[in-house]
């Protein structure tokens, strides 16, 4: 089994995980996410989710994390040693830019067409970069900045 394919698991396992109370940024596990990139309760959590599967997926393998120990969505683009791609591939961590150092993250599940499947922590059903839970979401890839590969 690939890094890739492990750290999607481990997402998968995590959905419906929630905040408590919602839109917190707080919660036993999301606190857990967020110490796992240095950072407490009260932080967006969407980078610190990502970091904290891929670290666990490693923690089961024989892998070493690629990833930077950062919860900052660009921070980790900008500074990654990861491939960039503009083409997702199944297990590819997605970025969102939003502007103004803002953005989102998550790991791609499946491809069609031109929709990305994704598997989100802090997002919601609608869809928001401020949410309170893991869920499956579904974005148009032209909304994606890039795609970081293991």
């Known amino acids: 089994m690939t890094l890739a394919q492990k750290t999607l698991e481990i997402a998968i396992a995590q959905i419906g995980v929630e905040e408590i109370p919602r839109y917190s940024n707080a919660g036993p ?10 950072l407490t309760k009260g932080y967006s959590w969407c980078m610190a989710f990502v970091y904290w599967c891929t670290q666990s997926a490693c923690r089961q393998t024989s892998f070493k994390n690629p990833l930077k120990k950062t919860g900052g969505v660009l921070d980790q683009y900008n500074s990654s040693p990861l491939l960039v791609r503009t083409t997702p591939e199944v297990g590819d961590i997605f970025i969102m830019d939003f502007g103004k150092g803002l953005g989102h993250t998550g790991l791609v599940e499946k491809i069609a067409n031109n929709i990305i499947y994704t598997i989100e922590g802090n997002t919601n059903d ?3 970069r401020e949410g309170y839970k893991v869920c499956r979401r579904k974005r148009e890839i032209k909304t994606i900045k890039g795609f970081l590969r293991f």
């Open 29 to 38: 596990e999301v606190e857990i996410y967020l110490k796992s990139v240095g």
């Open 126 to 128: 609608t869809g928001s």
